[in-house]
């Protein structure tokens, strides 16, 4: 991945996170445009660098993000 896609990618992602709209890995996958493998890899780095953890929701069928514990 490119360095401007893989940002473009992430932001993306945190979008959907945000409006809770990222569906199923698949259905991630597809919206960001790379292999389901690839959400997985983009999921840990944000989770990494941001202050809260996502976690896939079964009820909202999509990720979230939660506050962390400490």
């Given amino acids: 991945m490119g360095g401007l896609k893989y940002y ?7 979008e959907l996170i945000e409006n809770r709209k990222t569906g199923r890995p698949v259905e991630l996958a597809r919206k960001l ?7 997985y890899r983009i999921l840990e780095d944000l989770k990494l660098s941001m202050e809260k953890d996502i976690q896939y929701c079964k009820e ?11």
């Fill in 33 to 39: 445009g790379v292999q389901e493998r690839s959400v």
């Fill in 8 to 14: 473009e990618r992430t932001k993306l992602l945190i």
């Fill in 60 to 70: 909202n069928k999509s990720y979230v993000f939660l506050e962390k514990n400490d």
